[in-house]
């Protein structure tokens, strides 16, 4: 079938995309899904940063790609092997396809599936198969992370997707995607924060106020937001931080030690910045832990003093998906959000249509926005 897709054509971009458009909106083919593949009417698709590092270079992939691993849609047809699906169900995608088998999954570490990161990192399905293809000289078009959501319709391996109840605009769905999985993950997940423990958020985009927001699902106090945005802090007081602090002040880990009696229990640094991950570092207390779930450039390197680390019992741990079981937390979040505890929908400052994704592109590489998705008819 033909469908309406944006394709990354090269990389990296360079900004302002408005100008430079590094993503055409093109008429590409889609095959049918193959024996443990689905056919997904995407509904809504999110702009992350994870997306944005693909544009700008960052994070190296092949292209021509379809972006956009933060999606939510419609089951419009299953493959021949699949019987817990059918047409019309409601669906998220997750961005780390887990096959269930291998050492990572058998542990419960969907989020670092081996065969699921390889597919990834190849720009392919689990099946090893591409399905998007030009339409003049039909040569490949690569996957992102094996969702493809800034389309109109996506071929999504099963092992991937996630049923879900309906009921929940599109919009908003679609952001358990990945905002949700990532932020809130990482701090019930990857911390396992206990309430009362006061936890420190360094970067605020959807994935740092996702995470202040787990956060307050998990009773912690108190909870400091750290940003380089004046209006980002504003948000995130509103959204439940007990101290807000700029990340530019040049006092500002003294000042988050002050008000914590010598620094938090958990710190998780969302930014993806080295500066950030160090401020998160430093702001933790004595035995406490530093948690980093942002995608720094792969040239990034942080050193962490031995002595410090040894002497302070200090716990310094990655989180990927936000450690993440898809088919347990995604409907776990889900059910915190319908009982009022985990307010996603604050989330969300632009709506856009696939014609404006370039411009928001721009938005979200100036800091000027939170979480936008595209929304599709």
Do not use: W
């Not at 702009?47 to 419609?74: F, K, Q, W, Y």
């Not at 030009?134 to 996957?143: E, N, S, T």
């Not at 948690?291 to 962490?304: D, H």
Request: net charge negative; charged share 20%; glycine share 10%.
């Amino acid at each position: 079938m033909k469908i309406r897709a944006a394709v990354l054509k090269h990389s990296p971009a360079k900004a302002p995309f408005a100008k430079s458009r590094p993503l055409v909106i093109d008429e590409v083919e889609l095959d049918d899904p193959g024996p443990e593949e689905v056919l997904v009417k995407i509904g809504a698709a999110g702009l992350c940063h994870s997306d944005l590092s693909v544009i700008n270079g960052h994070r190296p992939r092949p292209t021509p790609m379809v972006l956009g691993h933060e999606a939510a849609g419609t089951v419009a047809k299953v493959g021949s092997n699949i019987r817990d699906l059918k047409e019309g169900d409601i669906v998220v995608m997750a961005f780390q396809p887990s096959c269930g088998c291998c050492l990572p999954c058998a542990e419960g570490r969907a989020a670092l599936c081996i065969p699921g990161a390889e597919a990834n990192g190849k720009g392919v399905l689990m099946s090893g198969q591409i399905r998007i293809h030009d339409c003049d000289d039909h040569h490949d078009i690569y996957h992102h992370c094996g969702v493809s959501g800034y389309a109109e319709y996506a071929v999504i391996s099963r092992h991937s997707i996630i049923r879900v109840e309906p009921g929940i605009p599109f919009a908003e769905l679609a952001l358990f995607g990945c905002a949700v999985q990532t932020g809130v993950g990482a701090v019930m997940n990857t911390c396992k924060v206990q309430a009362g423990q006061s936890v420190a958020i360094v970067g605020l985009g959807g994935v740092g106020l996702a995470a202040l927001l787990g956060a307050v699902a998990s009773g912690a106090i108190p909870i400091v937001a750290i940003d380089l945005s004046e209006e980002k802090l504003k948000v995130a007081r509103e959204l439940g931080a007990t101290y807000t602090f700029l990340a530019s002040d040049p006092d500002v880990v003294q000042k988050v030690r002050d008000v914590t009696g010598g620094g938090v229990d958990h710190a998780v640094e969302l930014a993806g910045a080295v500066a950030a991950f160090e401020t998160a570092y430093k702001v933790t207390r004595r035995g406490g832990q530093t948690v980093t779930a942002g995608l720094a450039s792969p040239t990034s390197a942080f050193p962490i003093p031995a002595v410090n680390l040894v002497a302070d019992e200090r716990t310094v741990r990655g989180s990927y998906m936000g450690s993440c079981v898809p088919q347990r937390d995604i409907p776990r979040f889900i059910s915190l959000y319908r009982a009022g505890k985990l307010p996603v929908d604050k989330l969300l400052t632009g709506v856009l249509t696939l014609d404006q994704i370039n411009e928001g592109f721009d938005l979200l590489d100036q800091g000027k926005a939170i979480r936008q998705v595209v929304v599709f008819d």
